[in-house]
C-alpha cells in the first residue's frame, strides 16, 4: 500500500465558523438531551424530592428551573465555541507561515 504525505497550509475562518456553529448546535441539542434524561431519573428515584426537603421542601428544583439553567450554560458553551473557532483557524494560519503546515499520512487501498 502506498502512503502519501498531505500538508495543511491554510484553514478558512469562515469554514470553521460554519463548522464551529453546526457542531455546537448539535451539541447544545445533545447537552439539553442529557440533561432531560437525568432529570427524570433522578425524579424517578426519588433523589429530587430528597433535594428539594433539604431546602425547606419548596420545590426548589423543578424542571422549568433545570432545563433554564442548562439551556443558558448550553447557549454560552456554543457560543464561545462558535466565536473561538475563527480565532483558532487565524492563530493557526499565523503558525504555518513561521513552522509549517499539519502533516497528515494517508493510505492508499481498501485494506487500509
Not at 431519573?41 to 433545570?66: A, C, H
Not at 466565536?83 to 497528515?104: E, K, Q, T
Request: proline content about 2%; some cysteine.
Amino acid at each position: 500500500m502506498a502512503t502519501r504525505k498531505v500538508t495543511v497550509h491554510r484553514i478558512s475562518p469562515m469554514s470553521m465558523f460554519r463548522t464551529a456553529l453546526a457542531l455546537s448546535l448539535a451539541g447544545l441539542v445533545a447537552w439539553i438531551l442529557c440533561v432531560v434524561i437525568l432529570f427524570l431519573g433522578m425524579q424517578l428515584t426519588g433523589v429530587l424530592g430528597r433535594v428539594n426537603d433539604g431546602f425547606g421542601g419548596g420545590g426548589f428544583l423543578s424542571f422549568g428551573t433545570v432545563l433554564s439553567i442548562a439551556a443558558l450554560i448550553g447557549a454560552i458553551n456554543a457560543l464561545l465555541v462558535t466565536v473561538l473557532a475563527p480565532i483558532s483557524a487565524v492563530l493557526y494560519n499565523s503558525f504555518v507561515d513561521l513552522f509549517g503546515g499539519l502533516v497528515v499520512e494517508t493510505k492508499d487501498g481498501a485494506n487500509s
